[in-house]
């Protein structure tokens, strides 16, 4: 049952976003926890603290590092000093693979700290697909790119999200990071359904699952991370464990964080649907 990914890369199994608040129970406690995600920013170009404790981590976990300030639709010049902060951090920590987002973060050299939408046509696309060649070739690997969670349309788009994901995947040869939390969110916020969003994604490119609990305003929900996962997007889990089998999944909380253990149950629940549907764990 379900699609290998091209690389041959490893389902990592059930992992936690590495948060600061759980430093002191992770480095006393060792939970058996398979793997964790890191914010590339957060390690990138400091010392003391962060290292400190990161470096005792990756030598008892397998780390995946997912940055927020690639900027990889901007159309500002790719900015090669980080790539090459980002280059070292990935062979310090041995990173099982390392990514970014389907979006921008800023312009004329200002960072908004924000994951901003593209249009999706045809000049969206090329302008992509030939950043991310030019970054894959430096950092020698695959990038991991996420779909965003998104909250306004352009007039200029000319093509479905996941048409516009799926065209990048295999134009690029890039791997795909699917935040099913963030298909749902957005599934609300453009009023389109999940299932034909998830039935058009290529498979055989997707390493990797983001979990995620999200904010429901009523009239639009907002990607907040900042509690437990709820049931149509557990069903939107299940959805791809069906199509694609085991890969590796990750939940984010990164607001209102709790404990390590609740954040590590949730994640659980995870191999649970697993189970329920015959996938390998």
Avoid at 78 to 105: P, Q, S
Avoid at 184 to 209: G, K, M, W
Avoid at 239 to 251: D, F, H, I, S, Y
Wanted: proline share 6%; net charge negative; aromatic share 10%.
């Amino acid at each position: 049952m379900g699609i290998p990914n091209r690389w041959n890369l490893p389902d990592l199994g059930f992992g936690v976003g590495l948060r600061t608040v759980h430093y002191p129970h992770i480095t006393t406690e060792w939970p058996k926890v398979d793997w964790f995600e890191i914010l590339s920013e957060n390690y990138m170009n400091t010392e003391g603290r962060p290292l400190y404790y990161l470096d005792m981590i990756a030598e008892r976990y397998p780390i995946v590092m997912h940055g927020v300030s690639m900027s990889i639709g901007s159309t500002d010049p790719i900015d090669w000093e980080y790539m090459k902060a980002l280059k070292a951090l990935a062979a310090r920590v041995k990173a099982v693979w390392m990514g970014d987002h389907v979006c921008w973060t800023g312009v004329a050299g200002r960072n908004t700290h924000d994951l901003l939408p593209i249009p999706y046509n045809e000049p969206s696309l090329k302008h992509l697909v030939e950043r991310i060649r030019a970054i894959q070739d430096f950092m020698e690997r695959p990038l991991v790119l996420e779909n965003p969670s998104t909250y306004m349309t352009f007039a200029s788009s000319t093509m479905t999200e996941e048409e516009f994901i799926l065209r990048m995947a295999e134009e690029a040869d890039c791997a795909l990071l699917l935040d099913v939390n963030n298909v749902y969110v957005s599934s609300r916020n453009h009023d389109f359904a999940c299932e034909t969003y998830l039935d058009r994604i290529p498979y055989d490119r997707v390493v990797q699952i983001h979990l995620a609990g999200h904010t429901d305003k009523g009239t639009h929900c907002i990607d907040t991370h900042d509690g437990p996962v709820i049931d149509p997007v557990w069903a939107n889990y299940a959805r791809v464990m069906e199509q694609a089998g085991g890969r590796a999944t990750l939940l984010e909380w990164d607001d209102k964080i709790p404990t390590f253990e609740e954040v590590h149950a949730e994640v659980l629940r995870a191999k649970k649907f697993r189970a329920q549907i015959g996938v390998g764990v």
